[in-house]
């Protein structure tokens, strides 16, 4: 089944309410964490999550790498990936 194609705007958008690189941080975003982040803000945006590949593709376009970047989580979305990722915390 073919992906229906999203628009820059929509990779945009997640890297402007989900990213941040205002923060000191040792390691950056992993892929797996990237991803998880942004379903999770996919989901409270209401829209339907890309494919970790089209998640990859979207960044790469915007000049991000994945594997090797200095991004911090932020942000609704952050919150909710972390309460997702370690329910143990609530």
Known sequence: MKEP???ANHFDRFVA???T???ETDA?????ELYGLYTSWSLINKTQPQSPEALRAG???LGIDPGDNELSMTGPAA???ILASAPSLI
Do not use: C
């Open 5 to 7: 194609k999203m628009t």
């Open 17 to 19: 309410e989900a990213l």
């Open 21 to 23: 690189s205002d923060r």
């Open 28 to 32: 950056g975003l992993s892929p797996d």
């Open 59 to 61: 960044l790469k376009a």
């Open 79 to 81: 919150a909710d990936y």
